[in-house]
């Protein structure tokens, strides 16, 4: 009933004027999704990447509920996670708030297990920080240390100016990486880490799916993988770790510790892996997480939430809207792809997107050096223009260095998962003087 009220609040015209289309469109996107099952509704960072994050996951769940598309084959709500393994970290317990197989940290018979387990007298019950309230802590000195493992924050981060003092302010920082990066800078410590395909263990993809990685080749010069790393480090604080390979740290410590993986070892990986929950070694895994409607809190639960704009929105001053992305022929920062030859022939500089009707208003050609200015900064970059964009609307990517979108970002993030809104904040758009006139 809540739900409904709500949404009684938001016509289709009403939703047009907020999202800049046809309230037509909308409507028949409605009929449509009504009249065809199943419905898979997949997603991206789109999603996420805004102060609004969780409302708007909460919201696609809505949707897939009432259509009745959970748990079921070519159904449910399909996150395509940012970069390849995301779903395996947050399993392993890379989430300030959860041990791994999300078993959390605020429960004192879980923390009695993991302490056991790891050797330790106590673990510390309350909830760890999230990495904005980690940045602001290296200023304010309520963190001294800071490891940075296979992150290069100095250009993944909003508003790179902030990021860089933040990094130049910690007492110490360690970082784990393949390469020198532009965060590796700030370091105090390098360690030199394998990469994925010197590695052998285990990626997590969206459905849940652990598949074995395996050795190509061997890691070069000092490079070793990252539980070596890992492990030496606690040999030296004066914890000796059991485990002395991906298989036993898999075997012994993750099927062991987690339910929900209790039935993957890694002998049954071999083939197309295994979906957890997988809760004995005869399970075959799990397809569907919420077959046949049933979720672990018992039936889904509907959350009523309200349209929220960005936290910047254009104006006189700053009258685009900037929103940020990746490109298919480089990955992040460029610290891989930056390397291959072929990626660069494909794709050797940033440009940034327009409208050619915002354009053609600029006295912008496609091609021509244009300079992005927000708040926080400002970058030169080629123009491209695109019908790919709406009116009003600019549209890069991070990947390299000196037209890198973070320049420009806003450094807001949700409430909830402190995801950074790269999706929107408010640019201008100028054609150079140099070039109006040459």
């Not at 981060?157 to 360690?174: C, G, Q, T, Y």
């Not at 639960?301 to 910047?312: G, L, S």
């Amino acid at each position: 009933d809540e739900l409904k009220q709500k949404v009684m609040a938001y016509s289709p015209e009403r939703v047009a004027d907020i999202c800049g289309i046809d309230p037509e469109l909308i409507r028949t996107t409605a009929r449509r999704l009504a009249s065809v099952k199943p419905v898979m509704l997949c997603y991206t960072l789109g999603i996420t990447e805004h102060t609004c994050g969780v409302n708007n996951v909460l919201t696609v769940a809505n949707l897939q509920m009432l259509l009745g598309n959970m748990g079921v084959e070519c159904g449910g709500v399909n996150p395509l996670r940012g970069q390849n393994n995301v779903q395996g970290a947050c399993d392993m317990g890379a989430l300030p708030n959860v041990f791994p197989g999300y078993q959390a940290v605020t429960n004192p018979e879980l923390r009695e297990k993991f302490a056991k387990a790891w050797g330790v007298k106590d673990l510390p019950g309350k909830p760890g920080l999230m990495l904005p309230q980690m940045m602001e802590g290296l200023v304010t000195k309520k963190i001294r240390a800071f490891y940075i493992f296979g992150e290069n924050l100095a250009n993944t981060e909003p508003d790179i100016r902030k990021v860089e003092h933040e990094l130049a302010s910690a007492e110490f920082i360690v970082c784990q990486d393949i390469f020198q990066t532009e965060t590796t800078r700030f370091a105090h410590v390098i360690f030199p880490a394998a990469a994925w395909s010197e590695n052998d263990g285990t990626f997590s993809n969206s459905e849940r799916r652990v598949s074995r990685v395996r050795t190509a080749s061997p890691p070069p010069g000092l490079a070793k993988p990252n539980w070596w790393i890992f492990k030496q480090i606690a040999k030296r604080m004066g914890h000796e770790w059991l485990s002395d390979s991906a298989r036993e740290l898999w075997d012994n410590e993750i099927s062991v510790l987690a339910p929900s993986m209790k039935g993957i070892k890694y002998s049954r990986l071999e083939n197309n892996g295994l979906q957890w929950p997988c809760p004995n070694e005869d399970h075959p895994g799990t397809c569907f997480l919420h077959q046949g409607g049933e979720f672990t809190c018992g039936l889904g639960r509907f959350r009523a939430v309200e349209w929220t704009p960005p936290a910047e929105v254009p104006d006189r001053d700053y009258p685009f809207v900037l929103s940020t992305g990746r490109r298919l022929y480089h990955y992040h920062t460029r610290t891989q792809t930056g390397r291959a030859v072929g990626m660069n022939q494909l794709l050797g500089e940033e440009t940034a997107d327009l409208a050619p009707v915002d354009a053609a208003a600029m006295g912008i050609a496609n091609g021509e050096i244009i300079r992005l200015r927000s708040r926080r900064g400002e970058v030169k970059v080629k123009a491209r223009l695109t019908d790919e964009v709406l009116p009003g609307t600019v549209w890069t990517a991070f990947h390299f260095r000196d037209a890198c979108a973070n320049w420009l970002t806003n450094a807001v993030f949700d409430p909830i998962s402190q995801t950074a809104e790269y999706k929107a904040c408010a640019v201008a758009v100028e054609k150079l003087q140099e070039q109006a006139t040459g």
